[in-house]
Protein backbone atom coordinates (compact mmCIF):
# COMPACT_ATOMS: atom_id res chain seq x y z
CA UNK A 1 0.00 0.00 0.00
CA UNK A 2 1.33 3.41 -1.25
CA UNK A 3 2.04 6.00 1.49
CA UNK A 4 -0.76 8.13 0.12
CA UNK A 5 -3.10 5.51 0.83
CA UNK A 6 -2.10 4.73 4.42
CA UNK A 7 -3.12 8.29 4.90
CA UNK A 8 -6.42 8.31 3.14
CA UNK A 9 -7.08 5.00 4.98
CA UNK A 10 -6.04 6.60 8.16
CA UNK A 11 -8.11 9.27 7.96
CA UNK A 12 -11.08 7.47 6.70
CA UNK A 13 -10.83 4.81 10.05
CA UNK A 14 -10.78 7.70 12.45
CA UNK A 15 -13.42 9.26 10.31
CA UNK A 16 -15.99 6.61 11.09
CA UNK A 17 -14.44 5.99 14.79
CA UNK A 18 -15.29 10.00 15.57
CA UNK A 19 -19.12 9.63 13.77
CA UNK A 20 -19.89 6.64 15.91
CA UNK A 21 -18.06 6.99 19.58
CA UNK A 22 -20.58 8.74 21.31
CA UNK A 23 -19.19 9.60 24.74
CA UNK A 24 -15.87 10.45 24.78
CA UNK A 25 -12.75 9.07 24.38
CA UNK A 26 -13.33 5.84 26.63
CA UNK A 27 -16.15 5.02 24.13
CA UNK A 28 -13.54 4.59 21.12
CA UNK A 29 -11.73 2.09 22.76
CA UNK A 30 -14.34 -0.94 21.31
CA UNK A 31 -13.52 0.74 17.56
CA UNK A 32 -9.98 0.62 18.21
CA UNK A 33 -9.45 -2.92 19.37
CA UNK A 34 -11.54 -3.84 16.21
CA UNK A 35 -9.61 -1.28 13.74
CA UNK A 36 -6.14 -3.39 15.64
CA UNK A 37 -7.66 -6.38 14.41
CA UNK A 38 -8.83 -5.23 10.70
CA UNK A 39 -5.89 -3.46 9.94
CA UNK A 40 -2.65 -4.99 12.53
CA UNK A 41 -1.25 -1.64 12.92
CA UNK A 42 -1.56 -2.33 16.58
CA UNK A 43 -1.88 -5.02 19.25
CA UNK A 44 -4.99 -5.13 21.73
CA UNK A 45 -1.70 -4.95 24.40
CA UNK A 46 -0.78 -1.63 22.44
CA UNK A 47 -4.12 -0.10 23.07
CA UNK A 48 -3.76 -0.47 26.81
CA UNK A 49 -0.35 1.77 26.28
CA UNK A 50 -1.84 4.13 23.96
CA UNK A 51 -4.71 4.05 27.08
CA UNK A 52 -2.17 5.08 29.37
CA UNK A 53 -0.44 7.45 27.42
CA UNK A 54 -3.57 9.17 26.44
CA UNK A 55 -4.70 9.49 30.06
CA UNK A 56 -1.55 10.63 31.28
CA UNK A 57 -1.29 13.52 28.83
CA UNK A 58 -3.83 16.90 28.76
CA UNK A 59 -6.37 16.94 25.97
CA UNK A 60 -9.37 14.72 25.38
CA UNK A 61 -8.31 10.66 25.38
CA UNK A 62 -10.20 10.00 22.14
CA UNK A 63 -8.21 12.56 20.50
CA UNK A 64 -5.14 11.63 21.91
CA UNK A 65 -5.54 8.07 20.96
CA UNK A 66 -5.95 9.05 17.64
CA UNK A 67 -3.17 11.02 17.20
CA UNK A 68 -0.60 8.66 19.17
CA UNK A 69 -2.42 6.11 16.55
CA UNK A 70 -2.04 8.37 13.47
CA UNK A 71 1.45 9.24 14.37
CA UNK A 72 2.79 5.81 15.18
CA UNK A 73 1.20 4.60 12.12
CA UNK A 74 2.54 7.73 9.59
CA UNK A 75 4.35 9.64 11.27
CA UNK A 76 3.30 13.27 11.58
CA UNK A 77 1.19 13.91 8.88
CA UNK A 78 -0.53 10.34 9.75
CA UNK A 79 -0.91 12.41 13.06
CA UNK A 80 -2.72 15.05 11.77
CA UNK A 81 -5.35 13.13 9.89
CA UNK A 82 -5.84 10.89 12.30
CA UNK A 83 -6.60 14.03 14.56
CA UNK A 84 -8.43 15.58 11.98
CA UNK A 85 -10.85 12.55 11.00
CA UNK A 86 -11.90 12.01 14.55
CA UNK A 87 -13.03 15.44 15.35
CA UNK A 88 -14.32 16.28 12.16
CA UNK A 89 -17.56 15.00 12.66
CA UNK A 90 -18.07 16.31 16.02
CA UNK A 91 -17.26 20.19 14.73
CA UNK A 92 -19.48 19.36 11.88
CA UNK A 93 -22.38 18.47 14.34
CA UNK A 94 -21.92 20.99 17.11
CA UNK A 95 -22.08 23.28 14.27
CA UNK A 96 -25.16 22.11 12.93
CA UNK A 97 -26.80 21.60 16.19
CA UNK A 98 -25.79 25.16 17.79
CA UNK A 99 -27.99 25.70 14.91
CA UNK A 100 -30.91 23.67 14.43
CA UNK A 101 -31.33 23.19 18.79
CA UNK A 102 -32.60 26.79 19.33
CA UNK A 103 -35.53 25.77 16.93
CA UNK A 104 -36.49 22.11 17.98
CA UNK A 105 -35.08 21.56 21.74
CA UNK A 106 -38.97 21.76 22.52
CA UNK A 107 -39.43 18.12 19.71
CA UNK A 108 -40.31 15.13 21.42
CA UNK A 109 -37.71 13.81 18.71
CA UNK A 110 -34.84 15.33 19.69
CA UNK A 111 -35.73 14.97 22.91
CA UNK A 112 -35.90 11.12 22.42
CA UNK A 113 -32.63 10.86 20.16
CA UNK A 114 -30.91 12.65 22.97
CA UNK A 115 -32.31 10.51 25.40
CA UNK A 116 -31.38 7.18 23.82
CA UNK A 117 -27.59 8.37 23.30
CA UNK A 118 -27.36 8.52 26.76
CA UNK A 119 -27.46 4.53 27.31
CA UNK A 120 -25.86 3.75 24.20
CA UNK A 121 -22.85 6.29 25.25
CA UNK A 122 -22.93 4.11 28.79
CA UNK A 123 -22.71 0.63 27.15
CA UNK A 124 -19.55 1.71 24.93
CA UNK A 125 -17.99 3.11 27.99
CA UNK A 126 -18.59 0.09 29.73
CA UNK A 127 -17.73 -2.07 27.38
CA UNK A 128 -14.07 -0.67 27.15
CA UNK A 129 -14.23 -0.84 30.90
CA UNK A 130 -14.50 -4.21 31.28
CA UNK A 131 -11.91 -4.84 28.19
CA UNK A 132 -8.99 -2.51 29.68
CA UNK A 133 -10.17 -4.73 32.97
CA UNK A 134 -9.74 -7.80 31.19
CA UNK A 135 -6.84 -7.01 29.55
CA UNK A 136 -5.03 -5.49 32.99
CA UNK A 137 -5.55 -8.43 35.27
CA UNK A 138 -6.25 -11.45 33.35
CA UNK A 139 -3.32 -13.40 31.00
CA UNK A 140 -5.89 -15.77 29.45
CA UNK A 141 -2.86 -16.82 26.88
CA UNK A 142 -0.58 -17.88 29.33
CA UNK A 143 -2.40 -19.56 31.32
CA UNK A 144 -3.84 -21.96 27.74
CA UNK A 145 0.00 -22.50 27.31
CA UNK A 146 0.92 -23.40 31.33
CA UNK A 147 -2.69 -24.91 32.68
CA UNK A 148 -1.49 -23.21 35.54
CA UNK A 149 -4.23 -21.69 37.18
CA UNK A 150 -2.19 -18.90 38.92
CA UNK A 151 -0.84 -17.68 35.57
CA UNK A 152 -4.32 -16.56 35.18
CA UNK A 153 -4.19 -14.01 36.84
CA UNK A 154 -1.79 -10.69 36.33
CA UNK A 155 -0.88 -10.23 40.32
CA UNK A 156 0.72 -7.45 40.68
CA UNK A 157 -2.05 -4.87 38.12
CA UNK A 158 -4.67 -6.84 40.38
CA UNK A 159 -2.80 -5.61 43.88
CA UNK A 160 -2.42 -2.37 41.96
CA UNK A 161 -5.72 -2.04 41.22
CA UNK A 162 -7.48 -2.99 44.50
CA UNK A 163 -4.88 -0.15 46.43
CA UNK A 164 -6.41 2.28 44.11
CA UNK A 165 -10.19 1.26 44.88
CA UNK A 166 -9.37 1.66 48.14
CA UNK A 167 -7.41 5.30 48.46
CA UNK A 168 -10.49 6.82 45.82
CA UNK A 169 -12.77 5.66 48.60
CA UNK A 170 -11.05 5.99 51.35
CA UNK A 171 -11.83 9.74 53.42
CA UNK A 172 -8.72 11.14 53.68
CA UNK A 173 -7.53 10.55 50.17
CA UNK A 174 -10.56 10.44 48.41
CA UNK A 175 -10.19 13.92 46.97
CA UNK A 176 -6.52 13.80 46.31
CA UNK A 177 -6.23 14.94 42.13
CA UNK A 178 -6.52 12.38 39.84
CA UNK A 179 -2.73 13.23 38.08
CA UNK A 180 -1.77 11.92 41.77
CA UNK A 181 -2.93 8.29 41.04
CA UNK A 182 -1.75 8.25 37.37
CA UNK A 183 1.79 9.49 38.82
CA UNK A 184 2.06 7.21 41.60
CA UNK A 185 0.46 4.29 39.36
CA UNK A 186 3.32 4.77 36.53
CA UNK A 187 6.55 5.04 39.03
CA UNK A 188 4.95 1.63 40.63
CA UNK A 189 4.66 -0.27 37.28
CA UNK A 190 8.15 0.70 36.26
CA UNK A 191 9.81 -0.02 39.70
CA UNK A 192 7.74 -3.72 39.65
CA UNK A 193 7.62 -3.64 36.04
CA UNK A 194 3.90 -4.52 35.99
CA UNK A 195 3.91 -5.00 32.24
CA UNK A 196 4.16 -7.85 30.20
CA UNK A 197 7.56 -7.02 28.37
Not at 121 to 131: D, E, M, P, Q, R
Amino acid sequence: MSYALLLLQLFWEFLKIGIFAVGGGMATLPFLYDLGEKTAWFTSAQVLDMLAVSESTPGPIGINMATYVGYTVGGIPGAILATLGTILPGIILVILLAKMLQRFHDNKYVLGAFYGLRPASTALIAAAGISVLGESLFNPSLYEQTGNIADFFCVGPIILAAVLAFLTNFKPTKKLHPVIYIAASAVVGIVFKLGNA
